[in-house]
């Protein structure tokens, strides 16, 4: 009598279940992770441009926003950036960014990412 060798159709359908289910994860949470960074990524850039520039709390804004749409950030709305005001109560000292993702999995389950960021404009860019 010969042994059997390899796997099972049962054993092949667990294997791409296995796999299917990874891959939807993935699917969903690469996304949104790539839009963090890019959150991240304007962010470090407007420090620099706030450092150089004395703005008021809605010129910052305004400028997020543009930069944030053409970033393709989509998430990230004007109800999620608070701007603390600086010594004068004129420019802005720090920014802070918090926000949620929901992304539908299956059924009523959802992967939800919660993502906070802060820059300090204050503090040396050497940081």
Do not use: C
């Amino acid at each position: 009598m010969k042994k059997q060798r390899g796997m099972t159709l049962i054993g092949w359908a667990v294997v791409l279940g296995i796999i299917a289910f990874f891959a939807t994860v993935a699917m969903r949470l690469i996304p949104m992770y790539q839009e963090y960074f890019s959150v991240v990524q304007i962010m470090e850039s407007m420090k620099v441009e706030l450092k150089e520039n004395s703005l008021t709390k809605q010129q910052v804004k305004v400028l997020f926003e543009k930069r944030f749409d053409t970033g393709y950030v989509f998430n990230v709305k004007s109800d999620n950036m608070e701007f603390i005001p600086g010594r004068d109560n004129y420019s802005v000292k720090k920014v802070v960014i918090d926000y949620e993702v929901r992304e539908p999995f299956i059924a009523q389950i959802s992967l939800v990412g919660h993502f906070h960021e802060e820059i300090d404009v204050e503090e040396p860019l050497g940081k």
